[in-house]
T-cell receptor, first 118, second 111 residues
Framework: GAVVSQHPSRVICKSGTSVKIECRSLDFQATTMFWYRQFPKQSLMLMATSNEGSKATYEQGVEKDKFLINHASLTLSTLTVTSAHPEDSSFYIC??????????????FGEGSRLTVL | GENVEQHPSTLSVQEGDSAVIKCTYS??????FPWYKQELGKRPQLIID?????GEKKDQRIAVTLNKTAKHFSLHITETQPEDSAVYFCAARRRDDKIIFGKGTRLHILP
């Protein structure tokens, strides 16, 4: 299946700093990528949709100025958590749908990034 | 927007027995329903999916059924094994192509 790689897998930072997470599609082009957040023992909550060549779209309640998304190329999307606070500590996971003709648009997930803000 | 409800939140079954997880969705335009298995600290893995033009799909011990009229779909795991213990998420694709997840079911396979 398609491969999505995410980096870093773990990051610990001080409150007030910014953290960048990268998501790459390794063997296919992804014009769209999705960013989810997962708190412990909870579901995956869609935060935003990253669109190559245009602005990201955010789900209701997600602060676009806090979670900056850049889709620099057809294989790379980045999520920057700006001025991170302890309540931003979570598991952030990106995904990309397959674009195989006739396919179902199955989502492939990155490994996830566990952010801990001290 | 799309709302996906999933039950139960926790399920314990004896090894070898069957497990059933049920989900409902709200958006009648949803046409794709994947199920994911997630082990602790790892990424979700697709285990089976179904499109709205079929009512049932089976892959070895795993099957999914879809009732479009009632807007619900279910995951069935037969002959459960210890390695089936994990969190399972149902999901539905919204009319804007975004995939929304249920709250998850923690499945415990008892020896």
């Amino acid at each position: 299946g398609a491969v999505v790689s995410q980096h870093p897998s773990r990051v610990i930072c001080k409150s007030g700093t910014s953290v960048k997470i990268e998501c790459r599609s390794l063997d296919f082009q992804a014009t769209t990528m999705f960013w989810y957040r997962q708190f412990p023992k909870q579901s995956l909550m869609l935060m935003a949709t990253s669109n190559e060549g245009s602005k990201a779209t955010y789900e209701q309640g997600v602060e676009k100025d806090k979670f900056l998304i850049n889709h620099a190329s057809l294989t790379l999307s980045t999520l920057t958590v700006t001025s991170a606070h302890p309540e931003d500590s979570s598991f952030y996971i990106c995904s990309a749908p397959t674009t195989i003709a006739g396919g179902s648009g199955e989502l492939f997930f990155g490994e996830g990034s566990r952010l801990t803000v001290l | 927007g799309e709302n996906v409800e999933q039950h139960p939140s926790t399920l314990s079954v004896q090894e070898g027995d069957s497990a059933v997880i049920k989900c409902t969705y709200s958006d009648s335009a949803s046409n794709y329903f994947p199920w994911y298995k997630q082990e602790l600290g790892k990424r979700p893995q697709l285990i089976i999916d179904i499109r709205s033009n079929v009512g049932e799909k089976k892959d070895q011990r795993i099957a999914v059924t879809l009732n479009k009229t009632a807007k619900h779909f279910s995951l069935h795991i037969t002959e459960t094994q210890p390695e089936d213990s994990a969190v399972y998420f149902c999901a539905a694709r919204r009319r804007d192509d975004k995939i929304i997840f249920g709250k998850g079911t923690r499945l415990h396979i008892l020896p």
